[in-house]
C-alpha cells in the first residue's frame, strides 16, 4: 500500500477505497477523520497522517489524521498539530469529569 507510505510526508488525495477501508479497525471508514476539526473525509479531499510516538513528538496517543485545512493552519508542523491535539483532549478529559459522577457512587457503596 504506497498511499500508507505516502501519507505521512504529503496530502494525498482520499480514493474511494480509503474512504471506506477499515481505519483504525473500524469498517466503512467511520474513523476517517481529521483529528483536530473532526471532518470525515470523502473522497477527493486531500489528508496526511502525522507520525506520533517518535523520540521528538510530544503527543503518544498513536498517529494522527490531518485535513488539508488543519494541515495548513498550522503550517504542515508536526508538533504544532500534535500540541493542538493535546489542547483539545485536554479540555475531553475536563468534560468527562463534569459529566461522570460514577466514582462517587462506587466508594459510598464499598462495604467490607
Ligand atoms: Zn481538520
Redesign the pocket.
Known sequence: MSEMRYMFTRLIRVTERLERAAWKGVPGGALFK??????RFRAGDKFRGVMCNTKESPYRGGNLL??????NEYDGDDVKIQERRIELEDVDDLDDLDDDDDFEEIEDDSDF
Open positions: 481529521c483529528s483536530l476539526c473532526g471532518h490531518v485535513c488539508e485545512e488543519c494541515h
